[in-house]
């Protein structure tokens, strides 16, 4: 499973976040709604986790609109967490909004210093996204350990 390995994050470290006022702006990408739900439900209780109030949610069409979104966003925020879903079908599609999605994101980040909060599941089959989308059920959360992970970034950096 992906998950092996994975930091363990508790509460204190969501709880800083929270207490030194982190600004956290979800995007979000509409197509596959149930997997989609899931992965912002995650997020949003890792923000509640942290004391954040309910962070603002932007919706885009799919996966490969979620680094522009992301680069207009980053400057109002201290961090952004992209959120999407892409399920490899019969051609190449797949790979090109992929690759799109993870440069363009890696791209804003770099580009901008905040932090982007890495949620985008790609994956062989829809089984894979649902056992991955923090659903009942499902073996991990990844909606949560994006905004875990975008929240402790953005605190790491705002101590420096």
Same mark, same amino acid.
């Given at each position: %499973?992906s998950?092996h390995g994975a !930091?363990?994050?508790?509460a204190n470290?969501?709880?800083a976040?929270?207490?030194a006022?982190?600004?956290a /702006?979800?995007v979000?990408?509409?197509?596959?709604?149930q997997?989609m739900?899931?992965? #912002?439900?995650?997020?949003?209780?890792?923000?509640?986790?942290?004391?954040?109030?309910t962070?603002? /949610?932007?919706?885009? !069409?799919g996966?490969?609109e979620? !680094?522009?979104?992301a680069?207009?966003?980053?400057?109002s925020?201290?961090? /952004?967490?992209?959120?999407? #879903? @892409?399920?490899?079908g019969g051609?190449p599609h797949?790979?090109f @909004? =992929?690759q799109g999605?993870? %440069?363009g994101?890696?791209?804003? $980040? @770099?580009?901008t210093? #905040? !932090? @982007?909060?890495?949620?985008?599941?790609t =994956?062989d089959t829809e089984?894979q996204a649902?056992?991955?989308?923090g659903?009942?059920?499902? #073996?991990?959360?990844?909606?949560?350990?994006? %905004? $875990?992970?975008g929240?402790?970034?953005?605190l /790491?950096?705002a101590?420096r």
């Open positions: %499973m998950g !930091p363990l994050v508790g470290e969501l709880a976040a929270g207490e006022g982190v600004r /702006v979800i979000a990408a509409s197509w596959h709604t997997i739900d899931g992965l #912002v439900d995650g997020a949003l209780r890792a923000a509640a986790d942290a004391g954040i109030k962070p603002e /949610v932007i919706r885009v !069409p996966t490969f979620l !680094p522009v979104a680069s207009r966003l980053a400057h925020f201290d961090t /952004v967490i992209a959120l999407g #879903v @892409v399920i490899r051609t797949f790979d @909004v =992929c999605a993870t %440069m994101l890696t791209d804003v $980040s @770099v580009r210093g #905040v !932090p @982007v909060g890495f949620g985008v599941l =994956c089984e649902i056992a991955r989308a659903l009942e059920g499902s #073996v991990e959360d990844k909606g949560y350990e994006a %905004m $875990s992970a929240l402790q970034t953005a /790491v950096l101590r």
